[in-house]
DNA sequence: ATCATTTAAGTGTATATACATCTTTTTAAT
DNA sequence: ATTAAAAAGATGTATATACACTTAAATGAT
């Protein structure tokens, strides 16, 4: 009794070290932290950095729209924009449509990102120097491949 | 003016898709709601799972010392262990050490982890199985270079 | 033995994240 | 034209995450 206990914990219990969700996860926070560490300097955090790009690349967008550039989920975006139009970064107004809510950068918005910008390079290429180009690469397509592959698809 | 704006607005923007922290992040988005989706029959999330496991491979053990094995910040897991502690799954006490607290699974947090693994098993296989076991492999790999290379190295 | 230092943990605060549900507005079906 | 269905968004709630700071206990230097 006492050694079928043993075995079945010692098994089970190194799953956790194998759990794919668990290892890419631990990577995400070391990553975040380092680009946040970066960018810090700069007032904005990696997410907001990706956020305030995605604006400035879509323009105009509604929060929908964007949060399916960015893959987010939309209550998650409606919330964290709140933090940036806050601090003067993005407006957000009504559309045309008044279901819509426009998302839209501002000045200060596009200075963040220009202020922003240098320090996200060094993060970036300091990191892509430590991993070598090539499986950067490859990192950054795995990334891509996980997401395409899981994204909305339980069954 | 009009074109050189244009112009640096292109380039900057397209900043956001190739970032690493963005990919890392969508992906690590991507698996966690995989992972939480097959485990809700358990009742326990991913995040948690990986906590039980944690607590059942380490016996009885300090915060700080449970902390560090997850690779997560201290206080992230002092709040973390407080919902597992409220379901009764791990209890929290004082230690010899009384500036320590000592982390322990219940008999309760045993079968959470007994109900869980079959589904987490079916997750990661099915996962698996969909990118390659070779590909995997190198992912996993990767993963734990990436926090290796990051953990800690603000410099 | 006393006190400065170090260590363990917790709290305040803030962001990031998503699900379930509600409200408002538009669209579609008749 | 009226009403049912769909779409866009916000809110309630809950977890996950970390930094700066505080409190309490142990250790070490004298």
Redesign the interface.
């Known amino acids: 009794m006492m050694l079928k206990e043993s075995g079945r914990?010692r098994t089970?219990?190194?799953?956790?070290w194998?759990?794919?969700?668990?290892?890419?996860?631990?990577?995400?926070?070391?990553?975040?932290?380092?680009?946040d560490?970066v960018l810090a300097p700069s007032g904005v955090r990696?997410?907001q950095?990706?956020m305030l790009?995605?604006a400035?690349?879509m323009g105009p967008a509604s929060v929908t729209r964007l949060a399916e550039r960015?893959?987010?989920d939309r209550t998650t975006l409606t919330r964290n924009l709140r933090v940036l139009a806050e601090e003067g970064l993005v407006t957000i107004s009504a559309g045309k449509d008044r279901r819509e809510r426009v998302v839209q950068l501002t000045e200060a918005g596009q200075t963040a990102?220009?202020r922003a910008?240098p320090l996200?390079h060094k993060?970036?290429s300091r990191?892509?120097e430590?991993?070598g180009e090539q499986?950067?690469r490859?990192?950054?397509e795995?990334?891509?491949?996980?997401?395409d592959?899981?994204?909305e698809?339980?069954d």
Chains 1, 2 share one sequence.
């Open positions: 914990n089970q219990v190194k799953i956790a194998h759990c794919t969700c668990f290892n890419i996860r631990r990577a995400s926070r070391s990553v975040t932290e380092y680009y560490s990696a997410t950095f990706t790009g995605a400035a690349l960015l893959a987010l990102i220009d910008t996200w993060a970036q990191l892509i430590n991993l499986r950067w490859r990192m950054i795995d990334f891509a491949d996980l997401s592959l899981l994204e698809n339980s």
